[in-house]
């Protein structure tokens, strides 16, 4: 059974940084590609980003580029999402997913979510 985990959400003021993590199970986790994606109340999700399973190609969504940065571990099967300059419109609940090119993936493809809040 796929499993994906997060972890490291919660409260920063704008400005701040988090580094989310998300633990795998349950798959041969280096063969996947690996997204993260967000949910804000009310809004649809929003694809962010992607890690290719060789630990290195990277692309991103314009409203994070350059504020967020995936990497992966494939020793350890994580993936994490360091998150600088946040601000207000941040704050969502966000899921790691296996990939899906550049856009989001089916439901079925997230983990359970970690809420990040951002918020003085």
């Known amino acids: 059974e796929v499993q994906l985990v997060e972890s490291g959400g919660g409260l920063v003021q704008p400005g701040g940084s988090l580094r989310l993590s998300c633990a795998a199970s349950?798959?041969?986790?280096?063969?996947?590609?690996m997204s993260w994606v967000r949910q804000a109340p009310g809004k649809g999700p929003e694809w962010l980003g992607l890690i290719n399973n060789d630990e290195i190609r990277t692309s991103y969504a314009d409203s994070v580029k350059g504020r967020f940065t995936i990497s992966r571990d494939n020793a350890r099967s994580m993936v994490f999402l360091q998150m600088d300059n946040l601000t207000p419109d941040d704050t969502a609940i966000y899921y790691c997913?296996?990939?899906?090119?550049?856009?989001?993936?089916?439901?079925?493809?997230w983990g359970r979510g970690t809420q990040v809040t951002v918020s003085s």
């Open positions: 349950g798959f041969a986790f280096g063969d996947y590609d």
């Open positions: 997913s296996l990939g899906y090119s550049n856009r989001v993936p089916p439901r079925s493809y």
